[in-house]
């Protein structure tokens, strides 16, 4: 079955700065990846998502990126502010009927120091 | 536009008791999951369903069940309660695509604690 692996476990970057964060995927027939972010006590919220057919994808300050060669993908966020601490979870998705569930990372606790 | 709905929001078990965790969702969406989330291991799903009468095993279907007799409820059970079922519940459910799911709306979370 399908299994996604999230790194880092942790991150802290400085305000302004950038962040990145890293999944694999195992199933190669997996074709949905989307991002959520979960802030303390609140239950998960998309924030971006990408398809197999497309190599890259941005939105404002966030964008992810694709290698289905590599099978992985990566969430950017630029100009990090304190409002983007949260936990982040990548998420996998094999696309057809019978076997259209989502898998999820282990998430990543960013932290944005002032 | 209540969007995905759990039922409770806390709950207190002694081990071996049992109960029924209900997901309610408004959207008319095919697909439902049920995830466990605990420090360190993100969100594990237990199982879900694409449409209405069905229902599969995730990663961690052991000491659960479910059921999804109407489209718009999804139904955890736990038959005998133990510590290590002491969790945060999610539910969530999404839309069906040809190409299959798309974003997943999550309920607000049930604490289950196992004593």
């Known amino acids: 079955g399908e299994n996604v692996e999230q790194h880092p476990s942790t991150l802290s970057v400085q305000e302004g700065d950038s962040a990145v964060i890293k999944c694999t995927y195992s199933?190669?027939?997996?074709?949905?990846f989307p991002w959520y972010k979960q802030e303390l006590g609140k239950r998960p919220q998309l924030i971006i998502d990408i398809r197999s057919n497309v190599g890259e994808k941005k939105d404002q300050r966030i964008a992810v990126t694709l290698n289905k060669t590599a099978k992985h993908f990566s969430l950017h966020i630029t100009e990090t502010q304190p409002e983007d601490s949260a936990v982040y979870f990548c998420a996998a998705s094999i696309g057809y009927s019978s076997a259209s569930k989502i898998i999820f990372g282990s998430g990543t606790r960013l932290s944005i120091r002032p | 536009n209540a969007g995905v709905t759990q039922t409770p929001k806390f709950r207190v078990l002694k081990t071996g008791q049992s109960m029924t965790l209900l997901c309610a969702q408004d959207m008319n969406h095919e697909y439902m999951y049920w995830y466990r989330q605990d420090p360190g291991m993100g969100l594990r799903l237990i199982h879900y369903?694409?449409?209405?009468?069905?229902?599969a095993k995730g990663e961690v279907p052991d000491g659960y069940n479910v059921s999804r007799l109407k489209k718009q409820n999804f139904l955890l059970g736990l038959e005998s309660a133990a510590p290590s079922q002491t969790s945060v519940y999610f539910c969530?459910?999404?839309?069906?695509?040809?190409?299959?799911?798309?974003?997943?709306?999550f309920g607000q979370g049930t604490r289950l604690t196992v004593v």
């Open positions: 969530a459910s999404s839309y069906n695509r040809d190409s299959g799911p798309t974003e997943a709306f």
């Open positions: 199933d190669s027939a997996s074709n949905y």
């Open positions: 369903s694409v449409g209405e009468g069905t229902t």
